[in-house]
């Protein structure tokens, strides 16, 4: 799952960054207003985490922008402005939810699983298709009962594909939800992840779990 930080603290951002990657995120970030509004417009995000005092302009104008464009990724405000009135502006202007600095980074990932589970319209933290279990917070996938190891992509890949079930995924959405901004569109690496993906569903019992549809992409 692929995020975008907008805060102008470039300290805090990576130690956020690196907490999230280890959690098995993906992780852009701006530290600056218009540029992060830029990235949050042009990409395609799971969550942005947006602060409120930026320094060229305010979040809540960026969120208003976004929800205006029908930008409708979930969007975590994290400020320090915890007055009550600030809470109830983010809210009814579209954000998907208020955190108040400081802040547990173990509590941030659980709300950022959260908030994308309810953006997909699930309230299980476990992902159930047929004999699929896939759970995101552990980072574990079952088949039956048979636990399949899969690398850190191939399983944001069968993550992005899964989220999306039944609906078709084509290459090109997997790769911007799974990759940074500095991913080669052009690579290769792709295909071969997809590929070996396979072969473990496979080999784990679920030979018809991962679908192609020629032309259009992938679907479970």
Avoid: W
């Amino acid at each position: 799952m692929r995020l975008l930080i907008i805060e102008d603290n470039l300290e805090l951002v990576l130690v956020m960054k690196k907490s999230l990657e280890n959690a098995g995120f993906k992780v852009d970030y701006s530290i600056l207003g218009i540029n992060g509004e830029e990235k949050a417009y042009v990409n395609k995000y799971d969550a942005i985490l947006l602060d409120l005092n930026l320094p060229d302009k305010d979040g809540f104008d960026i969120l208003k922008f976004l929800r205006a464009n029908e930008i409708i990724t979930p969007v975590m405000i994290i400020t320090a402005r915890d007055e009550v009135r600030n809470r109830s502006k983010g809210l009814d202007m579209g954000a998907d939810d208020y955190i108040i600095k400081p802040f547990s980074i173990t509590e941030l990932i659980s709300r950022i699983h959260a908030v994308i589970r309810r953006f997909h319209g699930r309230t299980n933290p476990k992902l159930q298709i047929g004999i699929l279990t896939i759970n995101p917070m552990e980072r574990k996938v079952l088949i039956g009962n048979t636990v399949v190891s899969l690398s850190a992509k191939e399983f944001d890949i069968l993550l992005c594909i899964a989220q999306r079930s039944p609906s078709i995924v084509s290459s090109e959405e997997i790769a911007e939800h799974i990759y940074d901004e500095d991913f080669d569109p052009f690579s290769s690496v792709l295909r071969v992840h997809l590929a070996n993906l396979r072969k473990k569903l496979k080999a784990g019992g679920g030979k018809d779990i991962l679908k192609t549809v020629k032309g259009k992409g992938y679907t479970i």
